[in-house]
């Protein structure tokens, strides 16, 4: 019994390994590059990272006042490491089901840390924002 629990963790994490490094060249630098961007805070910005069809769901009111209380972070200083942490396939474009790839990053704000999920739709040759989350101590005074 103990040897299938054992089999089935490092069976979990070797995938995942597999997962992981098969992004790691290029939604890496990507989630590096877009995260600046968004973190000015502008929803014009924003929208240019977007998977359309999620901004369809999103009033322009309602992502105005989503980037002023995300303001509250105050300007971006330093990201860390993206960490892997799924990719699934849960993507509905084009009537297509595409791959969608979420990380974590802790970044620091000039307000304190911040964790940051971003999950990003694997296009092929490129990536978008299919969701995000921040939380952070800021966020909730």
């Known amino acids: 019994m103990l040897f299938v629990f054992v089999f089935g963790i490092s069976g979990f994490f070797i995938y995942r390994g597999i997962q992981s490094s098969h992004y790691e060249g290029t939604a890496?630098?990507?989630i590096r590059q877009v995260l600046p961007q968004i973190s000015t805070w502008n929803p014009e910005m924003m929208k240019e990272y977007m998977v359309p069809e999620v901004l369809e769901?999103?009033?322009?009111?309602?992502?105005t006042n989503l980037m002023k209380g995300l303001a509250k972070l105050g300007e971006l200083q330093s990201i860390g490491e993206p960490s892997f942490q799924s990719k699934s396939?849960?993507?509905v474009v084009d009537s297509t089901q595409q791959p969608v790839v979420t990380y974590t990053v802790k970044a620091q704000y000039s307000t304190g840390e911040a964790t940051v999920t971003i999950s990003l739709l694997d296009k092929g040759e490129s990536y978008q924002v299919y969701h995000?989350?921040?939380q952070s101590r800021a966020l909730v005074q």
């Open 57 to 63: 769901t999103v009033s322009a009111d309602n992502l």
């Open 89 to 91: 396939t849960g993507g």
């Open 132 to 134: 995000f989350n921040f």
């Open 28 to 30: 890496v630098p990507y």
